[in-house]
């Protein structure tokens, strides 16, 4: 493939393949209530086309994540930190991202939830990059995966100058393959 192409999804193929994700989740939760704890800056999107058709009833919870690098001692170490967590004792839990690459985010977020002891608590991601991975964690429900390290924009995922959420499709962007600022908004 040349530098000039790009992998891609388009609008129609991505609406098809979340309506496969939503019979799914709908036969998993088979008319229970679910708690859905969505990300935001990149999981908006596909948790608004994935909740439309979801045929269970569904309660929404939003959480923001901020990644912080701190200084311990002479060393500095990033840390993720999320708002309020809501309460989910005994309720079946799902967790929508639109990205999965290292894990790690996801993986502390799954652990924060666990801590107040739902019933179930499952994952959903929209592009599961498996190139990454730092964890051992798969997603329970992804719609598409690749090896591909490069970050994606549009969709609700923006480019490196925070634009192209908008954007329908969901696309390769081009010369961002291995840089620091790609890696760290495609996690």
Not at 48 to 65: G, I, K, Q, S, Y
Not at 98 to 120: D, I
Not at 123 to 145: I, Q
Request: net charge positive.
């Amino acid at each position: 493939m040349s530098a000039k192409q790009r992998s891609s999804y388009s609008a129609k193929r991505i609406s098809a393949r979340i309506d496969e994700l939503d019979k799914q989740i709908s036969r998993a939760y088979r008319g229970r209530r679910v708690d859905v704890v969505i990300t935001m800056d990149r999981g908006f999107v596909f948790a608004a086309d994935l909740l439309r058709n979801v045929v269970t009833p569904t309660v929404c919870h939003f959480v923001r994540e901020e990644v912080r690098d701190v200084q311990q001692g002479t060393k500095a170490r990033r840390e993720v930190f999320f708002g309020s967590r809501p309460n989910l004792k005994g309720r079946d839990v799902l967790v929508l991202d639109a990205v999965m690459h290292t894990g790690v985010t996801q993986e502390l977020l799954l652990r924060r939830l666990a801590e107040s002891q739902p019933r179930s608590l499952r994952l959903a991601v929209l592009l599961d990059k498996t190139a990454g991975r730092r964890v051992a964690l798969e997603p329970d429900y992804s719609a598409y995966r690749t090896a591909s390290n490069q970050m994606w924009v549009r969709y609700g995922l923006a480019d490196g100058r925070g634009g192209r959420r908008n954007e329908r499709g969901l696309t390769k962007a081009q010369g961002t393959g291995s840089s620091r600022k790609a890696k760290a908004a495609s996690n």
